[in-house]
């Protein structure tokens, strides 16, 4: 059932997008915050949401929401950042081509997916702590 919920996975990082993107044009440009501090708030709501989104539907855990899941889910998706940002720049600044920003940011997001995702199913909604769900 792993490719169900990859997938399901992969429809929860749209969404979480969306929520990050549509939160940041709204502090942004209709509430007037400025771009760096509506990200915060945005990028908060998306991490939230992207949570509550995995842990109920992509990955099916029944178990109750902790701290320490949370905590586990941040950890991951920190991780996960970080290796998007060092593909992305190493891409721009090391390639024997010229690389494009976009094509860039799209070849590390395939990456940092797949780290995402091996972290959540392993770490964060694992059988192995607790989880009732499928993973």
């Known amino acids: 059932m792993r490719g169900g ?24 440009r209709l509430l007037g915050i ?13 991490i939230v949401a992207g949570w509550l989104f995995n842990r109920s539907w992509a990955f099916k855990t029944t178990r109750p929401a902790s701290l320490g899941e949370f905590g586990r889910y941040l950890l991951v ?8 940002f060092v593909i992305y ?3 721009l600044l090391f390639s024997p081509i010229r690389m494009d920003p976009i094509l860039a940011l799209l070849i590390a997001a395939v990456f940092a997916a ?12 694992s059988t192995h702590n607790g989880n009732n769900g499928q993973s």
């Open 5 to 28: 919920a990859f997938a399901r996975f992969l429809a929860v990082g749209a969404v979480s997008f969306a929520i990050d993107g549509g939160g940041l044009l709204i502090a942004h």
């Open 114 to 125: 797949l780290v995402n995702f091996s972290g959540a199913s392993r770490f964060v909604f």
């Open 89 to 91: 720049s190493a891409l």
């Open 34 to 46: 400025d771009p760096f501090t509506a990200r915060i708030f945005s990028f908060s709501a998306a």
């Open 77 to 84: 998706q920190g991780v996960g950042a970080a290796v998007n």
